[in-house]
């Protein structure tokens, strides 16, 4: 669609060692849009539940992002590792991310600020939940407006054309699946309702958990209508890498879901 948002001439001063304009890109933008609200909500969610200063947030903030840039494009070179050996640089081009590389890696980060300052977990995961949704969001936009991440080739009343040479999309010039699109409604729905579901919560990371297999389902049904195939498949053309990751993160969670009920109703029945 837009992938650049807009240009500013380079000032003279600056001539020679940066080029002639400094483009910002669109997807840069809302990606930038989206992690500004999500840490303001999780600086004032931490500060409420735990207690957490300001500046401590913020390096939580910063270690989460560094993990989502890590871990989205070492996901990223392992779809494709002979294409990137061969074009090393085209990693940090309009290549995006790999979404579960960035969660795993980010979660990581999660993980050790939780030991650090010794927090409880579930109720932590379920803070980073929203925070994440509210992230990937607006990086689901900015997919859209950049071309990647696209979908398949469809004619129909939901389709969109990609005209943009600097568009990521491939082909172009062709009606696709808006599949950047169909994500954004997704995570948005799965938004809503969790923040619905806080309202009637049963049990500390029942919102962490619910966002995970509504996320892992919604994300493999979308997979059907990806046109980016260099992602890879484990078994060609039948079960993508995203789907596999998202179907063991489907089996973890729904176990740890039943689990926390089981515990509730045993302990409805002790009491």
């Known amino acids: 669609m837009h992938p650049i948002l807009f240009k500013i001439p380079t000032p003279g001063f600056l001539q020679g060692f940066l080029p002639e304009e400094l483009i910002i890109y669109s997807y840069g933008a809302l990606i930038f849009l989206g992690a500004i609200l999500a840490s303001s909500f999780l600086t004032i ?19 989460i ?18 294409f990137f050996n061969e074009n090393p640089s085209a990693i940090f081009s309009n290549s995006g991310f790999v979404f579960y ?6 979660l990581s980060v999660v993980w050790w600020f939780i030991k650090k300052y ?29 071309g990647c991440c696209h979908g398949i080739p469809y004619d129909g009343i939901f389709s969109v054309i990609f005209s943009d040479p600097h568009c ?33 919560q049963r049990f500390d990371g029942q919102i962490f958990l619910l966002y995970l297999m ?3 389902i919604g994300r493999s ?20 890498h995203s789907q596999l990751i998202a179907l063991i993160l489907l089996i973890i969670s729904l176990y740890f879901y039943i689990k926390k009920e089981m515990n509730i109703g045993f302990t409805n029945e002790n009491e």
């Open 45 to 63: 969610q931490l500060k409420r539940k735990f207690g957490i200063k300001s500046d401590d947030s913020l390096n939580l903030v910063i270690g």
């Open 65 to 82: 992002i560094l993990g989502a840039i890590i871990g989205g494009k070492a996901f990223l070179y392992f779809e494709n590792p002979s």
């Open 101 to 106: 590389g960035s969660l795993i890696v980010s």
């Open 118 to 146: 010794k927090l409880a977990l579930w109720p932590f995961l379920d803070i980073i939940a929203i925070t994440t949704l509210i992230v990937h969001f607006f990086g689901r936009l900015g997919c859209f407006l950049a």
């Open 168 to 200: 990521a999309a491939d082909p172009l010039h062709t009606p696709l699946h808006p599949t950047q699109l169909y994500s954004a409604f997704m995570l948005l729905t799965i938004l809503v309702f969790l923040f619905l579901i806080k309202k009637i």
């Open 214 to 216: 509504f996320y892992s």
């Open 221 to 240: 049904i979308i997979e059907e209508f990806r046109g980016d195939e260099e992602r890879g498949f484990v078994f060609d053309g039948f079960l993508s």
